[in-house]
């Protein structure tokens, strides 16, 4: 074995392993990453289906609000027809009250 530029066997074993040790690094840095990766777009597909949810929801309660709403301003309608029904009833009953008063008189 030739010793060149000062590097011995030994040296080039220790190199071979240092090469070694750090692909095994960088397998086990990537395994990690996609493992971080897959994770973070689970989170981002779960953040994301939270928000959908709570977007339906405001639109299901949008539709809740103009339906009652919308009752409310149909019992304003039949609370004032029943208010005029009411007046109309007691001014007949006035008239007839005050012409039976009138022919007994």
Do not use: C, P
């Not at 493992?35 to 939270?50: A, L, S, W």
């Not at 301003?73 to 007839?96: G, M, S």
């Amino acid at each position: 074995y030739q010793v060149r530029d000062g590097i011995t066997e030994a040296d080039t074993k220790s190199i071979a392993k240092g090469v070694v040790v750090l692909a095994a690094v960088g397998t086990t840095g990537r395994v990690i990453g996609q493992k971080k990766k897959k994770n973070n777009n689970r989170g981002e597909e779960q953040f994301n289906q939270i928000m959908n949810n709570n977007m339906k929801a405001v639109r299901n309660g949008d539709k809740k609000l103009m339906l009652a709403l919308q009752e409310k301003h149909a019992a304003e309608e039949r609370a004032a027809q029943a208010e005029k029904a009411l007046l109309e009833t007691t001014e007949w009953a006035n008239t007839e009250a005050s012409a039976r008063e009138t022919a007994e008189e």
